[in-house]
């Protein structure tokens, strides 16, 4: 098992930022925002020469009474449909395992859900493939996303591509008086305030004002924020992550005001601005549902990302290794029961308020 340490580090990064897989939660960046929860360990693949071809970050996790647990996000960072370097890199997270004793590793790729080829070799590999989720509840990652493909495209090709109603929503706000600026991490404690209008708004918890902190301070160069502000004062703002060949859009906040003057649209056309400019080949929406339905609460978040003219994604979903079945069957129907109880407690907090 060959592991990313103080020797190899900068090989790695320097391979993860070159690889057309690059992920941000596949860097040393982000293992180090989730330090205060999990440990990182980032597994290698190399040829006979040393040169690394493969890897897979992840994080590991004691869960009270079960044991160790294993995740990777958007792992693994390879060609995967090499059933060579996908065995190399499996035999090391099965050392993995035995070193923590881990009851069971869960992998959600970045990999397209027809993608029969990688099925197949995983599967022969020995791993199992849950893919039947459809809302954000059921996965940790976003099974179904919006990715819009920049690659070698001008301002004026992505523009043009957009919804008629994007592109008149993105010149009202320039219209209107919006200004979009980039974020200091002072301005974080604003982006915060109107992130807890976001999620009283629209009924999801959100990070401590800390975490942002923790992510900007952790990621660097690679964090973008962008505020929007009407009269000077700010009214929305969205938080991207540049990394390698992509930009992902990963949190977004709204105030309750002057959302007639359409910044949320504005802020993404920035957004995408600056991808275009770094020569970058995806701007990340990142999640919606699966469940494409005018009637479903979370219709609305499709509908504005589907705007954009992005690709409706469908990821595979989740594959993993199951080291323990006994134990982790125990450990999913205790989720299950963690999950519907956190439900309930959710709803009555609501009907008190």
Same mark, same amino acid.
């Given at each position: 098992m060959k592991l990313v340490d103080e020797n190899n580090i900068e090989k790695y990064n320097e391979f993860l930022k070159k690889h057309n897989r690059c992920n941000f939660q596949q860097s040393i960046e982000w293992g180090k925002v989730k330090a205060q929860s999990w440990k990182n360990e980032i597994v290698l693949a190399e040829d006979k020469n040393e040169n690394i071809i493969g890897s897979i970050s992840v994080l590991i996790r004691k869960i009270p009474i079960f044991g160790y647990l294993m995740y990777s996000s958007r792992g693994p960072v390879c060609n995967i449909h090499d059933e060579k370097v996908l065995k190399q890199l499996t035999e090391g997270l099965k050392e993995l395992a035995k070193k923590y004793n881990a009851f069971v590793l869960k992998i959600e790729p970045d990999i397209k859900s027809e993608d029969k080829e990688f099925r197949e070799i995983v599967t022969e590999l020995g791993y199992g493939i849950k893919d039947n989720a459809k809302n954000f509840s059921e996965e940790i990652q976003p099974r179904y996303v919006f990715r819009l493909d920049i690659k070698d495209k001008t301002e004026n090709e992505i523009f043009e591509a957009f919804q008629q109603k994007t592109r008149y929503n993105i010149r009202l706000a320039t219209k209107k008086g919006v200004i979009v600026k980039e974020g200091k991490r002072e301005d974080l404690k604003d982006f915060h305030e109107i992130m807890k209008i976001t999620g009283k708004r629209d009924n999801f918890i959100i990070r401590p004002l800390e975490y942002f902190q923790k992510m900007y301070d952790e990621l660097g160069e690679h964090a973008k924020l962008l505020m929007a502000y009407y009269e000077d004062k700010p009214i929305s703002g969205i938080f991207n992550i540049d990394y390698g060949n992509k930009v992902w859009y990963l949190y977004g906040a709204s105030s309750n005001e002057h959302r007639n003057l359409m910044p949320n649209y504005l802020l993404q056309w920035e957004g995408i601005k600056y991808a275009i400019k770094e020569h970058k080949d995806i701007y990340d929406f990142r999640g919606v549902s699966g469940v494409i339905d005018e009637t479903h609460p979370q219709y609305g978040l499709y509908r504005f990302?589907? *705007? @954009?003219?992005? &690709?409706?994604?469908? @990821?595979? *979903? &989740? /594959?993993?290794?199951? @080291? $323990?079945?006994?134990?982790?069957?125990?450990?999913? /129907?205790? &989720?299950?029961? @963690?999950? +519907?109880?956190? *439900? /309930?407690?959710? $709803?009555? +907090? *609501?009907?008190?308020?």
């Open positions: 990302k589907k *705007g @954009f003219n992005a &690709e409706f994604t469908e @990821f595979i *979903g &989740e /594959i993993y290794l199951n @080291f $323990k079945p006994i134990v982790y069957k125990m450990y999913k /129907i205790s &989720e299950k029961i @963690f999950k +519907k109880a956190r *439900g /309930i407690i959710r $709803k009555l +907090k *609501g009907e008190v308020k």
